[in-house]
């Protein structure tokens, strides 16, 4: 029988604002008050790596009006 077998992909796990930024210079190589800029509009209260990475990316690329 040709069955499929449907694989779970695992979720990354997901960390609190707090705990992001207690270990922001560890895991990103950022201040806090970096993580926390490229943080500020996000609405959500948990987020995995990933997400984080690519928030600190954008923040960092953004231009700034003077």
Excluded: C, W
Excluded at 31 to 42: C, I, M, N, S
Excluded at 50 to 56: M, Y
């Amino acid at each position: 029988m040709a069955g499929t077998v449907k694989k779970n992909a695992q979720a990354a796990p997901k960390y609190t604002r707090a705990e992001l930024m207690n270990h922001a210079e560890a895991l990103f190589a950022v201040k806090a008050e970096v993580l926390h800029g490229a943080l500020f509009e996000a609405a959500q209260q948990t987020f995995s790596i990933q997400e984080v990475q690519e928030s600190i990316d954008q923040f960092m690329k953004a231009k700034v009006n003077g």
